[in-house]
């Protein structure tokens, strides 16, 4: 087994897939007994060791697990994880077709005839609260790799949830009855994260599966390993989608920008355009220089589309308009000044859009981001009178206040490529890329 931290107070390990947690009836090597072997010998320890198991995984589950070495860790960490504040994230790789997001809350009971979990009504006899969330991270082939975040510690929980949806997971001996003889289901624990027992710091630990059918899904994975989200990755180019509050790239400041986290995880990585930090949605990298030239050129001829999803306050009038104006940058105070004509030192800003829907006190539109100036939705929906929900810079509070915005409703959502004929990367023309806007629409 791979340990993957070890102080006076914690063990972190990786279990082996197919392995019991702790010893039971079958006799086999179990993971409890071989750490505490291996803690024996390690330290020269005396008598019984002490290894506390606070959570479990099924037999055929690999990933990340702890062990407390001392009780008072044990209790803490127990604590943790019954109020929810550990965070367990696993990886399954599904059938079917999953949504690109959702929330699974069920009653599971446990045949105790089948070892099954059961979907049940409340109130059924031994039947106990299941929830999770998952978001789809990528689609091949019929298969989809999703990310799921475990809210509650239910027997069989995931293998179950997920296949009364219809997208059961793939190898599942148990809850997938076209699973062939002999499959290794997909399933493992690849990121946990808890709360030290003495320090109190935060701690994140990662492992991620390998073989079988997760060859399929290996630069995805190593994405979520580092904390990216891959929407599309070839030898030239990666698409990410950047989650609110993070910076693009290093120049632009802040920690554990995207750039830093694909330099680690997949070596060069050039940012060819950029996101305001406070925006959610797809990032370009290019994944060499000559890549990046294109790109670049792509951007500045306007024929990499780009559009975005935004929630802005009041009855959009006309439905459907390309705008045009005149942006000075502040760059002093990090805000942008739009005006109708032109100024000294002012840059033309276009910027289409139309609406999707609306309910009189606000308007959901598609922006079309024609120019790529800096916060040029933002500065542009607010200077003709509609500035966009939960935007702090240019935005209107008694309108965020009053819909208890969490953070910017602007996404970039969608990018469509167009690349001629005997361009390196011809291939992607025509080929766009979606994701789903962090926020309800």
Same mark, same amino acid.
């Given at each position: 087994?791979?340990?993957?931290?070890?102080?006076?107070?914690?063990?972190?390990?990786?279990?082996?897939?197919?392995?019991?947690?702790?010893?039971?009836?079958?006799?086999?090597?179990?993971?409890?007994?071989?750490? +505490?072997?291996?803690?024996?010998? +390690?330290?020269?320890?005396?008598?019984?060791?002490?290894?506390?198991? *606070?959570?479990?995984?099924?037999?055929?589950?690999?990933?990340?697990?702890?062990? &407390?070495?001392?009780?008072?860790?044990?209790?803490?960490?127990?604590?943790?994880?019954?109020?929810?504040?550990?965070?367990?994230?696993?990886?399954?790789?599904?059938?079917?077709?999953?949504?690109?997001?959702?929330?699974?809350?069920?009653?599971?009971?446990?045949?105790? $005839?089948?070892?099954?979990?059961?979907?049940?009504?409340?109130?059924?006899?031994?039947?106990?609260?299941?929830?999770?969330?998952?978001?789809?991270?990528?689609?091949?082939?019929?298969?989809?790799?999703?990310?799921?975040?475990?809210?509650?510690?239910?027997?069989?929980?995931?293998?179950?949830?997920?296949?009364?949806?219809?997208?059961?997971?793939?190898?599942?001996?148990?809850?997938?009855?076209?699973?062939?003889?002999?499959?290794?289901? $997909?399933?493992? &624990?690849?990121?946990?994260?808890?709360?030290?027992?003495?320090?109190?710091?935060?701690?994140?630990?990662?492992?991620?599966?390998?073989?079988?059918?997760?060859?399929?899904?290996?630069?995805?994975?190593? #994405?979520?390993?580092?904390?990216?989200?891959?929407?599309?990755?070839?030898?030239?180019?990666?698409?990410?989608?950047?989650?609110?509050?993070?910076?693009?790239?290093? &120049?632009?400041?802040?920690?554990?920008?995207? %750039?830093?986290?694909?330099?680690?995880?997949?070596?060069?990585?050039?940012?060819?355009?950029?996101?305001?930090?406070?925006?959610?949605?797809?990032?370009?990298?290019?994944?060499?220089?000559?890549?990046?030239?294109?790109?670049?050129? $792509?951007?500045?001829?306007?024929?990499?589309?780009?559009?975005?999803?935004?929630?802005? +306050? #009041? @009855? *959009?009038?006309?439905?459907?308009?390309?705008? /045009?104006?005149?942006?000075?940058?502040?760059? @002093?105070?990090?805000?942008?000044?739009?005006?109708?004509?032109?100024?000294?030192?002012?840059?033309?800003?276009?910027?289409?859009?139309? *609406?999707?829907? /609306?309910?009189?006190?606000?308007?959901?539109?598609?922006?079309?981001?024609?120019?790529?100036?800096?916060?040029?939705?933002?500065?542009?929906?607010?200077?003709?009178?509609?500035?966009?929900?939960?935007?702090?810079?240019?935005?209107?509070? &008694?309108?965020?206040?009053?819909?208890?915005?969490?953070?910017?409703?602007?996404?970039?959502?969608?990018?469509?490529?167009?690349? %001629?004929?005997?361009?390196?990367?011809?291939?992607?023309?025509?080929? /766009?890329?979606?994701?789903?806007?962090?926020?309800?629409?």
């Amino acid at each position: 087994m791979k340990v993957l931290y070890e102080d006076n107070h914690l063990l972190v390990a990786v279990k082996p897939e197919n392995m019991p947690v702790q010893a039971d009836s079958s006799a086999d090597a179990d993971m409890l007994s071989l750490l +505490k072997a291996y803690v024996k010998e +390690k330290y020269n320890k005396p008598g019984e060791v002490y290894l506390g198991l *606070v959570h479990r995984l099924d037999r055929p589950v690999g990933g990340v697990t702890v062990f &407390a070495r001392t009780s008072k860790a044990a209790a803490r960490l127990g604590a943790q994880m019954a109020s929810r504040s550990a965070k367990k994230r696993y990886a399954a790789v599904v059938q079917g077709d999953p949504p690109a997001a959702g929330e699974l809350f069920d009653w599971l009971s446990r045949d105790e $005839a089948t070892g099954n979990a059961l979907i049940s009504q409340e109130g059924a006899a031994g039947a106990k609260a299941a929830s999770l969330s998952f978001r789809t991270v990528s689609r091949k082939n019929g298969l989809a790799l999703l990310d799921v975040s475990l809210h509650t510690g239910r027997h069989h929980q995931i293998r179950a949830q997920l296949s009364s949806r219809g997208y059961p997971i793939w190898g599942d001996q148990r809850y997938n009855a076209a699973a062939g003889p002999g499959e290794q289901i $997909a399933l493992y &624990a690849y990121s946990l994260t808890v709360e030290h027992p003495t320090k109190k710091e935060s701690m994140a630990f990662t492992s991620l599966p390998e073989g079988g059918v997760w060859t399929r899904f290996q630069a995805e994975l190593t #994405g979520l390993a580092n904390g990216l989200e891959i929407v599309y990755i070839d030898t030239n180019v990666v698409a990410v989608n950047k989650p609110a509050g993070v910076s693009v790239a290093k &120049a632009d400041g802040g920690e554990n920008t995207l %750039e830093e986290r694909l330099l680690k995880a997949f070596g060069e990585a050039y940012p060819v355009h950029r996101l305001d930090q406070a925006t959610a949605g797809l990032v370009l990298f290019a994944r060499n220089e000559p890549a990046k030239e294109i790109l670049d050129l $792509a951007l500045r001829e306007r024929t990499l589309e780009k559009y975005y999803v935004c929630r802005v +306050k #009041g @009855e *959009v009038q006309p439905r459907e308009a390309v705008l /045009t104006a005149y942006a000075v940058k502040d760059a @002093e105070n990090a805000r942008v000044f739009v005006y109708d004509r032109p100024l000294d030192g002012a840059k033309e800003i276009v910027t289409g859009y139309r *609406v999707l829907s /609306t309910d009189g006190e606000s308007s959901l539109l598609e922006v079309k981001l024609v120019t790529g100036r800096t916060h040029q939705i933002r500065a542009h929906m607010a200077h003709i009178g509609h500035p966009i929900l939960g935007d702090e810079k240019y935005g209107d509070y &008694a309108f965020n206040r009053a819909h208890d915005a969490k953070g910017l409703y602007l996404c970039a959502a969608r990018i469509v490529f167009r690349f %001629e004929k005997g361009s390196a990367l011809s291939y992607l023309d025509g080929k /766009t890329l979606t994701v789903e806007p962090p926020f309800e629409i």
